[in-house]
């Protein structure tokens, strides 16, 4: 029976107890999330975590081997055909046609969306503006740099007005700028009331959501605003050790009484040491510098929640 979605109700997608398995190898395992209307929740993992596998059920193109999902008031598992006209999709791998221009990939892509004529015009003239282009569309796509091909492939993707929007890794190997332009046009669409979830490697972009997924080995392992997981998942205090980092340095530091991980950052050492620790973990740090470097208390970045977190083993969700 389809679920019924209501301007009253904020939930746009929802799953319960979620699960792939492909033989004996479980990809999602028992994944329970929930994301609202008008909401940018970026889905973060190693590689090989869950997440486009997760990603394909979501939009009908997997069938889960058991648990529940529903996306745009449709089950994703009964009603894919249905639920596929609800949502736009954009892969990791650049989808578009390179022998055919601009327009005629926009063209194709009303057609596969079945975009009604009287609309169709208004459609792509608002997807080529919002991609910037508007003087380029009798341009070959394959001539395109890779930034204006990841904002066409969001025109393309979001044609027929999807409620959800799902990107799996949209700009992987895109240069900073384009994809900050990309993320713009992301918040764009979420103030419009879109429901965008987004797989990312990066965690600069994960910084633009309004909620983070983090999911390992198929199992949900954390979920909250970026804020959130900086301030509660690290289990300690965080040092940053500026000195001469090496081996030999980290060896030597992983090796002080409380000190629970340690990780080298550029020319720098980041250092977690349990909480009831912290001060004798800072003041052997502070030897260990000695006159060459120095030693601060610092905020933890997402980047040391990420490794933080996907080390432990226990797959747990987190408070």
């Not at 994944?31 to 209307?37: A, F, G, Q």
């Not at 490697?201 to 080995?217: G, Q």
Request: hydrophobic share 45%.
């Amino acid at each position: 029976m389809t679920a019924t979605l209501s301007l009253a109700d904020p939930v746009v997608i929802s799953t319960r107890a979620l699960c792939k398995s492909f033989g004996p190898f479980v990809a999602v395992d028992r994944l329970d999330l929930t994301i609202n209307r008008g909401e940018v929740v970026g889905f973060i993992g190693p590689n090989g975590a869950g997440k486009s596998t997760t990603i394909r059920m979501l939009c009908g193109l997997l069938k889960p081997t058991s648990g529940s999902a529903v996306v745009a008031g449709h089950d994703v598992a009964r009603e894919p055909e249905a639920l596929r006209a609800q949502i736009g999709y954009m892969s990791q791998k650049f989808s578009l046609y390179g022998d055919l221009t601009v327009k005629e990939n926009l063209r194709f892509f009303a057609g596969m969306y079945s975009v009604a004529r009287d609309v169709l015009a208004e459609r792509m003239t608002s997807a080529m503006e919002m991609a910037g282009l508007e003087a380029k569309e009798d341009v070959l796509v394959r001539t395109l740099a890779g930034g204006w091909k990841q904002r066409l492939a969001l025109g393309c993707a979001i044609l027929h007005r999807p409620k959800v929007l799902f990107l799996d890794e949209p700009t992987s190997g895109v240069e900073p700028q384009a994809r900050r332009r990309f993320w713009d046009l992301i918040h764009g669409l979420a103030g419009e009331g879109v429901t965008i979830l987004v797989s990312t490697h990066y965690m600069d972009e994960a910084e633009y959501c309004n909620r983070i997924a983090l999911i390992n080995s198929g199992r949900l392992v954390a979920v909250g605003s970026p804020g959130e997981l900086r301030a509660h998942h690290l289990d300690g205090e965080l040092f940053e050790l500026a000195s001469s980092i090496s081996a030999s340095t980290l060896k030597i530091v992983k090796a002080i009484p409380g000190v629970v991980d340690a990780a080298i950052f550029g020319d720098k050492l980041h250092v977690l040491a349990a909480s009831d620790s912290a001060t004798t973990v800072s003041l052997q740090l502070e030897r260990l510098a000695a006159r060459a470097g120095c030693v601060r208390r610092i905020t933890p970045s997402l980047e040391d929640v990420f490794v933080r977190l996907v080390a432990r083993r226990d797959g747990e969700v987190l408070p």
